[in-house]
């Protein structure tokens, strides 16, 4: 006989796990899910995380779908950070002010638009240097762009600098940057190899140029650019270290990964849908242990 034979054993409140996600497309190599579900782990939270590949045809689907699930919310991944804006109900400050959403909240059926994306890098940037006063160069005019600019504006960068190939798209993220911000913000039309000013403090690759699987791809920029002291990000979680951080580090650069915005803005995020306060150091443990 067990010893417990016999003994019924105690139910739980409720057989209903809280539910989140990501929503992305190509969704497969992103780590999101690990770092989280450890975190609800840790905290001793009945929750789940479920990555989903969500082709863009098939976002307002998928959205409506969490909704009917009652799930508490979601990440938005690329490509559907802008797409995703005309499906909710509400936005946040934050997501207002960027044109983008990276987090959603879904309260009482409505669906409620953040962005963390930028608050999470600016706490990783904040690890190393205060970005205020400094003059930054940031790579690319996307989603990822959008969010991190508009915060280190915010946090009194003393310049931006953005860099991109469709000069539509990068005139008009400097022009809702003066208009929205105080901060010194120019375009600069990336066509062929990228020179990077000499007077470039930080230095920010917001591209998705080297996410697995294209690993040995990195950013066209003269490299020879890079001096020694700069301060080097990249946003790109998988791999953590790439070729571009590779680079940077090789000729004297302070590097920060992608790990680091990606842990601090899923901080974020999980306060929102569940009001706790997630362990990060735990988080990036996740992460370390998967990449190695």
């Not at 992305?24 to 789940?48: C, F, I, K, Q």
């Not at 797409?83 to 990276?102: C, M, Y």
Request: hydrophobic letters at 50%.
């Amino acid at each position: 006989m067990f010893p417990d034979e016999g003994i019924p054993m105690a139910a739980p409140d409720t057989f209903q796990s809280l539910l989140t996600g990501l929503f992305a497309s190509p969704a497969a190599e992103n780590p999101t899910g690990v770092m989280v579900e450890s975190a609800y782990r840790h905290a001793n939270l009945d929750a789940r995380y479920v990555t989903c590949e969500v082709v863009p045809g098939a976002l307002e689907a998928a959205v409506r779908g969490a909704v009917a699930m009652g799930w508490a919310g979601f990440h938005c991944s690329l490509p559907h950070k802008v797409a995703v804006l005309p499906l909710l109900d509400e936005l946040a400050e934050s997501a207002a002010l960027i044109g983008a959403v990276n987090c959603v909240v879904i309260r009482d059926g409505r669906l409620i638009g953040e962005n963390t994306d930028g608050k999470g890098f600016l706490t990783s940037l904040r690890r190393i240097v205060d970005p205020r006063g400094k003059h930054i160069v940031i790579l690319g005019a996307g989603g990822a762009a959008r969010a991190i600019a508009f915060e280190l504006a915010l946090a009194g960068a003393g310049g931006l600098l953005i860099a991109n190939r469709h000069q539509e798209r990068v005139a008009s993220l400097v022009d809702d940057l003066r208009e929205r911000t105080s901060v010194d913000a120019s375009a600069a039309h990336w066509d062929g190899t990228f020179a990077v000013p000499a007077d470039a403090e930080i230095l920010i690759n917001a591209t998705s140029v080297g996410l697995f699987p294209d690993i040995e791809a990195k950013p066209d920029i003269d490299y020879g650019m890079l001096a020694q002291g700069m301060i080097v990000a990249d946003v790109i979680p998988n791999p953590p270290r790439t070729a571009f951080v590779a680079e940077a580090e090789a000729r004297g650069c302070t590097v920060i990964d992608g790990l680091g915005m990606l842990v601090d803005q899923a901080v974020i995020g999980i306060r929102l849908w569940t009001g706790i306060d997630a362990d990060a150091d735990v988080m990036r443990g996740a992460l370390a242990e998967i990449f190695g």
